[in-house]
């Protein structure tokens, strides 16, 4: 595929795909043969539409702005704003921070509190909305006096290609990702450029994401989770913004419970399976928190759903660090 | 207007100052325009709407959409919180928005301070939970005096606890009287809100023409892609409906409880099945 000189051009080889195709019809809510029509040059998108379309191609972004730049050169600098996004929290964000952690009902604080500041963060790494995920992982409790295994992502929130809402997350994080290199060694960590191997650290690259940031979500040197930033574009991670990411960590430190934080000696993150094969595991989830909350109940000794929850997360932690173990014995 | 003031005449069965409620109401935003396939009406023509305002908007979800998205709009939110009001400005200036929208407290229940014809289009979406019922004909005029001609009026409102499971519906079933008891509901016994039925001869009754109107369905049942998104808006406005509930005395305040905490439990099973439904009219000031 040849070096695109124009933006019709660009735009040519990425509808080439019908399905690509219809997906950017239906994001720009035009027809499949207007978008023919713009590649040919025999019509010309309204402003609305090329704005649209920047959106929904985040990872041509930049190259389809400079080739936009040609053709349409008051357009471009309309698009790039003149504002630069804030790279520093501020102090009302800070107060507001605060004062949900003292009022927010006991139910609903670690929720609350963790989506007003992956909201903020999504906000502030990603003003221009080309493609930015935060997600908090939690360090998976221990069990039988075991150190720390695994984490397990809680909650994340995005901008497309992700999803912007608040979601819960459900994935175990383990040694093979740069989440558990952070919590190991009790250090940020970040990956410029996820599509080239660049260094000796663990990472998994997951879908749409070209570069990644990691922060333990630390207090008193023990550790809670962590904060994982990614970008849809590559080198995202600048000085200034490394610096935003972890004044984001030391403010998610509010949202845990004192006993959820964990000494560095007891965090020893193992090999857990992919996101692919964890995915089946998960889809059993409730079912199995019923199951067991079912047989709690004939046994006379009824338990809570969130006991019944924990008691699932742990079966399942344990099932999937043996799967990934017999996977690499086999391997071997 | 002062936060106290507004306290005090609120009708809102949710505490409008609180962190929480304002992460469930952007996330609702975000669902509800997911749900409605847009900003604005797809049948409108755009090409004559610069002036924009929404009214209760909240911490801005849908005016900040809108101003991202249409940049040549020039958008206005206005709501009785302080919280709500200073975080959409705050948010509006985290994302280079704020020359293009601005957020203004106001008491949308008293003449709006805006001069006459002034907006292309007057955005009003889920005002069932504080809206008494003769407070509607009065809103109404004020949108039509400050809508300009051939301006759009539009009114989103939504009836929900339509679920298989029991308590569930036996907690929407509380709230829905507790509105009813403090004068919110059009129902006449108070099994619901019964504004949806409502809307298109309240814009009438305003002088609005051309009506139109669509409706829309959110299926928030397990395994539907909504679930989720519903489950965390719904968990955390049951805990904040608790209140309300149980200060108007509906049930005693021990099952309001339980059933809350239940209600947020059967959201979670498998087998839950439950609808949400939306309707969306708007018209013309010609």
């Known amino acids: ?332 | 207007m002062t936060a106290e003031s507004t306290k005090s005449e609120n009708t809102y069965p949710l505490d409008p100052e609180s962190e929480a409620e304002m992460g469930r109401l952007l996330d609702q935003d975000l669902l509800l325009n997911r749900t409605m396939e847009g900003l604005f009406p797809e049948q409108l023509d755009l090409s004559n709407v610069h002036r924009v305002l929404d009214i209760a908007c909240g911490p801005g979800g849908w005016a900040l959409e809108v101003a991202f998205e249409y940049p040549d709009m020039e958008v206005v939110g206005v709501d009785i919180s302080r919280l709500m009001i200073a975080y959409a400005n705050m948010r509006a200036k985290t994302q280079g928005l704020d020359d293009k929208a601005t957020f203004k407290i106001m008491d949308v229940t008293k003449p709006l301070d805006f001069p006459d014809s002034y907006f292309d289009f007057v955005n009003l979406r889920y005002l069932c939970l504080f809206m008494r019922k003769e407070a509607w004909p009065r809103l109404l005029a004020e949108c039509m005096r400050i809508t300009r001609l051939g301006g759009v009026i539009r009114l989103t409102e939504p009836e929900c606890g339509f679920a298989n499971t029991p308590a569930f519906e036996k907690y929407w079933g509380l709230f829905y009287q507790a509105l009813t008891k403090s004068g919110q509901s059009f129902s006449p016994n108070g099994q619901n809100i019964c504004l949806t039925p409502m809307l298109k001869r309240l814009l009438r009754d305003a002088g609005c023409q051309n009506i139109q109107r669509k409706a829309y369905v959110l299926d928030h049942s397990a395994g539907e892609e909504a679930n989720q998104s519903v489950y965390q808006d719904l968990r955390v406005g049951f805990v904040l409906a608790l209140p309300f509930i149980q200060k108007a005395n509906v049930a005693p305040p021990e099952v309001a409880k339980a059933l809350c905490e239940q209600g947020v439990q059967e959201m979670k099973s498998e087998e839950f099945c439950a609808l949400w439904f939306i309707l969306s009219v708007w018209g013309q000031k010609l």
């Not at chain 1, 000189?5 to 040519?12: A, D, H, K, P, Y």
């Not at chain 1, 090329?50 to 040609?70: C, D, G, W």
């Open chain 1, 1 to 332: 595929m040849h070096n695109p000189e124009t933006w019709r051009e660009l735009l040519g080889q990425i509808i080439k795909e019908p399905l690509e195709k219809q997906r950017l019809a239906t994001a720009l809510k035009v027809n499949t043969v207007t978008l023919s029509r713009w590649v040919s040059g025999d019509a010309k998108p309204r402003q609305h539409n090329l704005h649209m379309l920047i959106k929904s191609i985040p990872t041509h972004r930049e190259q389809f702005m400079t080739l936009v730049a040609k053709e349409f050169p008051g357009f471009v600098s309309m698009e790039q704003g003149d504002s630069q996004p804030e790279q520093e929290i501020s102090s009302i964000f800070y107060s507001r921070v605060l004062r949900a952690n003292s009022n927010l009902p006991p139910v609903l604080h670690f929720w609350s509190l963790c989506d007003i500041i992956l909201r903020q963060a999504v906000e502030q790494f990603d003003p221009n909305r080309i493609g930015v995920a935060v997600i908090v992982a939690q360090c998976m409790p221990p069990s039988h006096g075991q150190p720390v295994r695994s984490l397990r992502e809680l909650v994340g929130r995005g901008t497309p290609p992700w999803n912007r809402e608040l979601q819960a997350k459900a994935t175990f994080l383990g040694a093979e990702s740069l989440a558990g290199y952070a919590v190991a060694t009790g250090r940020p960590q970040h990956e410029q450029n996820l599509t080239i191997k660049q260094s000796l650290r663990p990472f998994q690259q997951t879908q749409w994401e070209q570069s990644a940031a990691v922060y333990p979500i630390m207090h008193k040197e023990r550790t809670a989770g962590t904060l994982i930033i990614s970008s849809t574009q590559t080198d995202y991670f600048s000085p200034a913004r490394l610096k935003l990411g972890q004044d984001f960590a030391d403010l998610l430190v509010l949202a845990f419970k004192p006993e959820e934080f964990y000494d560095l000696e007891c965090i020893k993150p193992e090999i857990m399976p992919s996101e692919d094969v964890q995915r089946s595991y998960l889809a059993q989830f409730q079912q199995r928190v019923t199951a067991v909350m079912i047989r709690a109940s004939r046994q006379q000794q009824p338990i809570s759903s969130i006991e019944a929850e924990q008691l699932v997360w742990q079966e399942m932690e344990e099932e999937l660090l043996q799967l990934a173990y017999s996977a690499l014995q086999e391997a071997k």
